[in-house]
T-cell receptor, first 109, second 112 residues
């Protein structure tokens, strides 16, 4: 299973964009990049996933480097409700998710 | 209905007790998962069921025994647990393969 490296914590101001980085240099050609987040006292919540191309959905955008060794989760306008631990996960097609330490995002009003 | 429900919300048990955790979903998902999460740590995968058959066991001790009686239900039977097994136990479900996993709120287990 490919490992991921994320900063332990990041801060953002409310209503500003947030770029959460993730390094995954050992990713293999068929591995997917997933992002989940976990709000306090809740189970993890799916954010987005992709393989090679950049992806957009109603929650966020995922920018994947051309060599796929890194990716960035983009929250376009952070709100206080986006304060959470964000996990970048690399998985094969088995559905097996191995969570790393994640990035704790603080959003300041 | 995009919800995964877990019961009970909280459970306290002694080391000699036998108890079960229950997870249910009605989204037609054929993959279901158990994770364990200790305080301030990320979730750790324990088991994966695919089409009601156990497909992945992440070397979990035999005092944890999963069961998938049908496509909507997933149980985790607990026996002779240790205090270090105290944690939040999370259930998730998804379509089989690379798909969004839906997580339940978890059962907070305390072993005395």
């Amino acid at each position: 299973d490919a490992k991921t490296t994320q900063p332990n914590s990041m801060e953002s101001n409310e209503e500003e964009p947030v770029h959460l980085p993730c390094n995954h240099s050992t990713i293999s050609g068929t591995d997917y990049i997933h992002w989940y987040r976990q709000l306090p006292s809740q189970g993890p919540e799916y954010v987005i996933h992709g393989l090679t191309s950049n992806v957009n959905n109603r929650m966020a955008s995922l920018a994947i480097a051309e060599d796929r060794k890194s990716s960035t989760l983009i929250l376009h306008r952070a709100t206080l409700r986006d304060a959470a631990v964000y996990y970048c996960i690399i998985s094969s097609n088995t559905g097996k998710l191995i969570f790393g330490q994640g990035t704790t995002l603080q959003v300041k009003p | 209905d995009t919800e995964v429900t877990q019961t009970p919300k909280h459970l306290v048990m002694g080391m000699t007790n036998k108890k079960s955790l229950k997870c249910e979903q009605h989204m037609g998902h054929r993959a279901m998962y158990w994770y364990k999460q200790k305080a301030k740590k990320p979730p750790e995968l324990m088991f994966v069921y695919s089409y009601e058959k156990l497909s992945i066991n992440e070397s979990v001790p035999s005092r944890f025994s999963p069961e998938c009686p049908n496509s909507s239900l997933l149980n985790l039977h607990l026996h002779a647990l240790q205090p270090e097994d105290s944690a939040l136990y999370l259930c998730a479900s998804s379509q089989v393969g690379v798909n969004e996993q839906f997580f339940g709120p978890g059962t907070r287990l305390t072993v005395l």
